[in-house]
């Protein structure tokens, strides 16, 4: 059975001064807490592919169960690189499945509290809403994902009302960001990894998930990603270098062309498709980056992608052309080319 996973690679283009742009390396894992409570894959309720996972907890307001999906960063990260989160889920029973972003508060390495995003306290116009929504959504449905505006409690404190306690800590991820609380928590707080969840606390509760995004790229989606413990052997190693791959100084109306270099290892591998997204300005897309595998003779663009095979333990030269728009103003622009890649037997 064929296998795949997807590389991202950062890349930039320059026209008057360097910048940089900070790509996501992570590990997820499958997790649960408490009895009766799972975090498995399914074939149901998929928004792509053919997999999403089942998180579900019973009802115990005593323990709280979790089912839950942790995505671990595996170098570090701070909350001022964190933009947005969202995921799709399909919430079959119960309370919507929510987001931990865990932190360590004192910088010593280990995670010792977490800013809680939860559909009930997301939104300061909303807080405390009721009924409680099912079926499919896009993280909170109608309000919304977890980006700057929106509001999270502090684990460690006091879980509500709204407008309760003292103990209750509860900003927008800007305020936290910016240090506007009593905390220590600001923008250079380290986060370790984020936890997306059901529990049980308030009702029996059940949802599908996929699709999970961070900063508007597609970080998960559950399909041929071995989940638990077990990394991605090394038989499916794929490097892309140099990462970022700089096309230095464009002048608009002209193309550039830098080369990517494809090294793969133990296995045979084929690039099944590419994919352009732009993060600073909007010259990274589908009719101004272009690709040739032939060493720049003929160049196709991503939706128009050609199979690559790699074999192993070999290196693949791959050109890539940026034409900048004319008319486009001199500035630093930055995109991302995602490489979906599958074992080739």
């Not at 029996?204 to 041929?224: K, R, T, W, Y």
Request: glycine share 10%; charged share 10%; hydrophobic share 40%.
């Amino acid at each position: 059975m064929n296998k795949f996973f997807i590389l991202t690679l950062t890349i930039t283009s320059i026209l008057l001064f360097s910048t940089g742009v900070f790509a996501f390396s992570t590990t997820t894992y499958l997790q649960s807490q408490g009895v009766g409570s799972y975090a498995q894959l399914s074939p149901n309720h998929v928004t792509s592919g053919v997999q999403s996972v089942d998180l579900y907890a019973p009802f115990d307001n005593a323990n709280g169960p979790e089912g839950r999906v942790r995505i671990q960063f595996n170098e570090p990260v701070t909350l001022n690189d964190i933009a947005n989160i969202s995921w799709q889920q399909y919430v079959a029973q119960g309370y919507a499945s929510h987001v931990d972003v865990k932190i360590d508060t004192d910088n010593n390495g280990t995670e010792d509290d977490a800013l809680v995003f939860e559909y009930a306290k997301v939104s300061s116009a909303n807080c405390d809403a009721t009924p409680y929504p099912t079926g499919q959504m896009n993280t909170f449905g109608t309000l919304g994902i977890v980006n700057n505006a929106a509001m999270a409690w502090l684990s460690s404190g006091d879980a509500g009302p709204c407008g309760g306690s003292p103990t209750f800590y509860w900003h927008s991820l800007t305020d936290w960001k910016l240090g506007n609380n009593t905390n220590g928590i600001n923008g250079s707080t380290k986060v370790t990894a984020f936890e997306i969840e059901v529990d049980g606390w308030i009702e029996q509760s059940e949802a599908f998930i996929d699709d999970v995004m961070l900063n508007g790229q597609l970080i998960q989606n559950f399909e041929g990603t071995q989940i638990g413990s077990g990394e991605v052997g090394t038989d499916f190693t794929f490097l892309a270098n140099p990462n970022p791959l700089n096309f230095g100084t464009i002048v608009a109306g002209h193309s550039g062309v830098a080369v990517s270099t494809l090294t793969v290892g133990a296995s045979n591998l084929k690039v099944q498709n590419v994919a352009v997204t732009s993060i600073i300005g909007t010259v990274f897309n589908g009719t101004n980056v272009l690709f040739s595998q032939n060493g720049g003779i003929s160049y196709m663009s991503a939706p128009s992608w050609t199979p690559l095979s790699i074999p192993h333990n070999t290196v693949s030269n791959l050109h890539v052309k940026l034409t900048i728009p004319s008319g486009t103003p001199s500035g630093a622009f930055s995109g991302q080319i995602v490489y979906t890649v599958m074992e080739a037997i």
